[in-house]
């Protein structure tokens, strides 16, 4: 820097006051069509993107992952732990659908550029049955990404992470995983990984090779029903955490609620702080695990008025599933993303009637509860309902 003197340095903020002035007065009247920094903001992140299915893979016996690759050629920017929103219409249903990215950032900036997710299926249920039964590869799919706060920051967290997941939960840390093999991510990993039986472990052979290959990355296998199994058995318990954690350790969670309640459990009696014990966004679960849910309210079933702008749908909903799932299950659009309560794309208004709202990741702003608003992801009715949900 060069510093002239007291009196130029200070008098040149009026020659830019000046420059200014002028460029205002020769200016045009009317306001620019174009927008560059817009154009470009909306290309790296479009609202919507065409994805096609190229791939699809078994990667256990009741789990596949499915490759895409983007329409237009361009996969937008994402962290390891973040995850891409499916817009999906099946039968009658218009829903959305968040699954975390199981591919590594690294590969969707190559000559080929693609993304991929895992979704298990041990049980029925509505999304990945469709994707089991009717994704293909050529299928094309429209998705939006990437989304969640879900992801490694050096800025907050330790160089040192133990990663905790419970079954298809491994999809975030897989991602992470791939990223420092390939040397674009320097972090110390070790996943503390639990399953019910060696024969259906997630990605398994491939947490398996990567362990082997990288001094970097650390798998732990525990087995909670496998009898024959040779390394860690039972549920992930506060001895196994503490046995693979070193000094100065961030830990990060993806699994199920009932295993993130006794995992939270243990980060507390271990003294963990609040700031090195992060977890991804977890859905929902059944009713009988909510804390405070009203159990007599269950099989009770009401009406919701459904506005949006001057059109009105009359629905109904069971008062034991989300308010969002009664919406979608209409054909009603509604954008939803984490699917938890927490990041508030579905806000919408209660106008009339009584709704329970899950303490589980409850991201409401203060002044929203106060107002009635809600997030229909993680909202119960409890009575007949007039609410109001954005325009899409």
Request: aromatic share 10%; proline share 6%; hydrophobic share 35%.
């Amino acid at each position: 820097m060069k510093i002239e003197s007291f009196l130029k340095d200070v008098g040149g903020a009026s020659r830019v006051t000046s420059a200014r002035r002028e460029k205002f007065r020769k200016g045009s009247p009317l306001p620019e069509p174009e927008d560059p920094i817009r154009a470009l903001s909306d290309a790296l992140h479009p609202d919507k993107m065409r994805f096609i299915v190229t791939d699809v893979r078994d990667v256990s016996p009741t789990s596949k992952t499915w490759r895409l690759r983007s329409t237009d050629g361009h996969i937008p920017i994402f962290q390891s732990g973040q995850y891409v929103c499916f817009h999906l219409q099946i039968g009658d249903s218009v829903l959305n659908r968040p699954y975390s990215i199981s591919s590594a950032p690294f590969e969707s900036k190559c000559d080929n550029p693609f993304i991929e997710v895992t979704i298990r299926r041990n049980r029925p249920y509505f999304v990945p049955d469709y994707f089991f039964d009717h994704v293909k590869v050529g299928e094309v799919l429209w998705g939006s990404m990437p989304f969640g706060t879900f992801y490694y920051e050096p800025l907050r967290d330790s160089k040192n992470v133990v990663a905790i997941a419970g079954g298809s939960g491994i999809t975030p840390f897989l991602s992470m995983a791939r990223e420092i093999a390939a040397g674009w991510l320097d972090v110390n990993l070790t996943i503390i990984y639990g399953s019910v039986h060696s024969s259906d472990i997630v990605c398994g052979r491939e947490l398996d090779e990567i362990d082997r290959k990288c001094d970097k990355v650390r798998v732990v296998h525990v087995m909670s029903d496998d009898p024959d199994w040779q390394g860690e058995k039972g549920f992930v318990n506060r001895e196994i955490i503490e046995k693979y954690s070193g000094e100065d350790t961030t830990y990060m969670f993806c699994g199920p609620y009932a295993m993130y309640t006794f995992v939270e459990k243990i980060m507390k009696e271990m003294g963990v702080p609040a700031g090195r014990f992060r977890k991804d966004a977890i859905a929902q679960p059944d009713v009988s695990l909510i804390p405070g849910y009203p159990s007599d309210k269950k099989e009770e079933v009401y009406t919701i008025k459904v506005m949006r702008g001057i059109h009105e749908d009359i629905i109904q909903a069971a008062a034991s599933e989300p308010v969002a799932v009664a919406v979608e299950r209409a054909g009603i659009a509604l954008d939803t993303h984490c699917r938890g309560g927490e990041c508030g794309m579905c806000r919408s208004q209660l106008l009339e009637g009584e709704i329970f709202v899950s303490p589980i990741g409850d991201g409401r702003r203060r002044m929203d509860k106060e107002l009635g608003w809600f997030h229909a992801c993680s909202a119960y009715p409890m009575s007949d309902l007039v609410i109001k949900i954005p325009i899409l």
